[in-house]
C-alpha cells in the first residue's frame, strides 16, 4: 500500500458500459477523481455496451447518473464540460470475436493522441455469466499480452461457487498474468475499513491486547434496509450468503483478525489475510445448523411504506428459498483467536442501513468497588462504525460525578465527520485510482477468492440440500429471525446494535 499519485496516461474500456454499475458507480467516481485531480493528465473512458448512443447521448445519460448518485451533486461542479470531452462509447457486440479488432483500433488511435503507450484498463461491469466470453475474446488481443500495462478489472460475484470460481481463475490466469487481474470487493475500498489496519497497525495501544486473552467476541453487521431493489434475477443466483458474506464481510472478518504484515507490499497483506481465510475453521454441511441461520423477508411494514415480501419481487420466484439474512458464527484456529467467536449477519429489508463492527472485551478480572456501584457495570467494547456514520467508539467504565461512587458505561468517540473536512472519497474512486496506478493491495488475489469460497460451501451445500421451511421468516423494519438471536444467545451474547441518535 502506497500514498496514491496521479496515474500515467490510461485508457479505460468499461463493459457494460450503459449499464447501472457504471451509471450509479463508475461514472461518479471517475468524475469525481477528475475534479480531485487525481485523473490522469491523459486519459480517455470508453463505454461499450450493445444500446445505440452517440457519444453526446452517452455522456448526456452518464450525467443523469452523476446528477443522481454522486456523493458531490450535480453541474455545481462546472468541470462536466471538460470531463465527457474524454469520455466515448463504443457501441459493440460483445459475443462477437471479429468486433474485438475495434478495440485494439481505438488503442491504437489513443496512442497517437497520446503521444504514449497508455494503461489499458478492462472493466467488466457486466453481468457475471459473461466475464469468461468476454475474457476469452480479449486474451488473444496483442495488447493483453502487456503484462505491465493491460489491467482487467473483475466485478464479484466471482464465481458461483468455488468450482466456478476456481474454472474463473483458471481461464484468467491463462490469458492474464495474476498481477494484471484486479477483482474487486468494494468494500476495501471504504475509508473506514482501510482505518483498521491504521487503527490496529499504527497504534502500540491495541495489538498487545487483540487476541483470545482480552477479546470475548468480534461481531460484525451489514445491514441494509432495501430490499431486492430490481435486482431480482441477480439475487436469485445468489442470496446474502453468497452477495455479502463470502466477499465483503469475510473481508472485514481479514481485517479485523490478520497478524501484523512486515511491509504494507500487497502480496504481503493478501498473505496475511489468506493465513486468516485457511484458519477458519470449516463448518460441515451436518454441523451447518449450529453455525449458520438463514432468513427471507415477508411482506409488511418499513417506515411507514408496506413493502412487498421477497417472493413478490420482481423476476424472483413466488416459492423462492434464496437467503435475504444470513448470520454465521466463525471461529479461526489459530494461536492468537482460538475459541473466540466471530458472529456476523448482513441481510436486506433491516431495521437500520449500518454496517458496524463490534470487539467485546473480556470483563475485568476483579472488582473492589462496592456492590452498588456495580449496576451499570460493562465490560469494555470497541465499535467501528463503517457507514452511514464513519467513527471508531470506545466504551469504558467512569465515576458518575457526586458523592456515591456510582459506575456507568461512558464512550470514547473518534468521529470522522468532527475530526476532518470535506467529504471522503467514495470506495470506487480508490479503487479505481488503484487500478489506474497499478496498486493491487485492496484487491483479492486468486487464492483469497477461493478460500473464502471453501469456508462457505458447505452451508450453501446445507441449505441448498434443505428448502427452508419457515420462509419468509422475518418482518421488514426487524433485525432478522428469531433463530439468529438464538445462534447467539446460545453462547450468552446478544447483537449489539448502536443506540438511535447514532443513526440520525
Ligand atoms: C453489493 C451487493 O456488493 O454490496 C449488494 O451486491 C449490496 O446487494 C451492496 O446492497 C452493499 O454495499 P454498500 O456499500 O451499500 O454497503
Redesign the pocket.
Known amino acids: 500500500m502506497q500514498n496514491h499519485k496521479r496515474p500515467p496516461a490510461s485508457l479505460l474500456f468499461i463493459f457494460g458500459g450503459s449499464g447501472d454499475l457504471n451509471f450509479r458507480k463508475l461514472s461518479p467516481a471517475l468524475y469525481n477523481l477528475f475534479i480531485d485531480n487525481w485523473m490522469p493528465e491523459k486519459f480517455g473512458i470508453v463505454g461499450i455496451g450493445r444500446t445505440e448512443f452517440s457519444d453526446d447521448q452517452y455522456r448526456q445519460r452518464l450525467l443523469e447518473g452523476i446528477e443522481q448518485f454522486s456523493r458531490r451533486k450535480g453541474k455545481a461542479n462546472g468541470q462536466w464540460k471538460d470531463f465527457s470531452q474524454h469520455v466515448s462509447y463504443l457501441r459493440m457486440d460483445a459475443e462477437n470475436e471479429s468486433e474485438y479488432q475495434k478495440i485494439a483500433e481505438l488503442v491504437k488511435a489513443k496512442e497517437q493522441e497520446f503521444g504514449e503507450h497508455p494503461n489499458v484498463i478492462f472493466y467488466m461491469a457486466v453481468a457475471p455469466q459473461l466475464v469468461p466470453d468476454i475474457a476469452k475474446k480479449l486474451g488473444p488481443l496483442n495488447i493483453c499480452a502487456d503484462t505491465k500495462c493491460t489491467r482487467i478489472v473483475v466485478e ?1 460475484p466471482f464465481g458461483h461457487d468455488l468450482k466456478s470460481a476456481h474454472e474463473l481463475n483458471k481461464l484468467l490466469t491463462g490469458m492474464f498474468d495474476e498481477e494484471q487481474i484486479y477483482r474487486i470487493d ?2 476495501l475500498g ?1 475509508e473506514t475499513v482501510q482505518n483498521i489496519l491504521a487503527m490496529r497497525f499504527a497504534n502500540a495501544l491495541f495489538e498487545p491486547i487483540w487476541n483470545r486473552n482480552y477479546i470475548d467476541h468480534v461481531q460484525i453487521t ?1 445491514a ?1 434496509t ?1 430490499g431486492a431493489e430490481g ?1 431480482g434475477a441477480y439475487y436469485e443466483q445468489s442470496g446474502a450468503l453468497r ?2 458474506v463470502q ?2 464481510i469475510l473481508q472485514l472478518v481479514c481485517m479485523m483478525a490478520m497478524e501484523a504484515p512486515v511491509s504494507f507490499d500487497a502480496n504481503e497483506i493478501r498473505n496475511k489475510k489468506v493465513d486468516v481465510l485457511n484458519a477458519i475453521r470449516k463448518i460441515t454441511a451436518e454441523d451447518a445448523h449450529a453455525f449458520a441461520v438463514r432468513g427471507q423477508y415477508d411482506e409488511g411494514w418499513m417506515k411507514g411504506e408496506k413493502v412487498p415480501g421477497y417472493r413478490a419481487e420482481k423476476n424472483v420466484n413466488p416459492q423462492s428459498a434464496i437467503d435475504t439474512f444470513a448470520a454465521v458464527k466463525f471461529y479461526i484456529d489459530n494461536w492468537r483467536w482460538q475459541d473466540v467467536p466471530f458472529y456476523v449477519r448482513t441481510g436486506k429489508r433491516l431495521h437500520e442501513k449500518t ?1 458496524i463492527i463490534t470487539v467485546q472485551f473480556r470483563p475485568a478480572p476483579n472488582y473492589a468497588f462496592p456492590p452498588e456501584s456495580a449496576e451499570t457495570w460493562r465490560p469494555n467494547r470497541l465499535v467501528i462504525s463503517i ?1 452511514p456514520d464513519m467513527d471508531i467508539r470506545l466504551r469504558f467504565q467512569a465515576k458518575r460525578p457526586g458523592q456515591f461512587m456510582t459506575l456507568n458505561p461512558v464512550d470514547m468517540i473518534f468521529s470522522y465527520k468532527d475530526a476532518y473536512d470535506g467529504d471522503e472519497p467514495e ?1 470506487y474512486e480508490t479503487l479505481l485510482l488503484d487500478v489506474m496506478e497499478g496498486n493491487a493491495t485492496l484487491f483479492m488475489r486468486s487464492d483469497q477468492v477461493e478460500a473464502a469460497w471453501k469456508i462457505i460451501m458447505p452451508i450453501l451445500e446445507a441449505w441448498e440440500s434443505r428448502q427452508p421451511v419457515d420462509f419468509p421468516n422475518y418482518a421488514p423494519d426487524s433485525w432478522g429471525p428469531e433463530d439468529a438471536e438464538a445462534l447467539i444467545a446460545r453462547d450468552g451474547h446478544n447483537w449489539i446494535t448502536l443506540p438511535a441518535p447514532h443513526q440520525e
Open positions: 464479484k468494494h468494500y471504504k451489514a441494509e432495501v435486482r452477495d455479502m466477499n465483503h454496517t457507514q470506495a
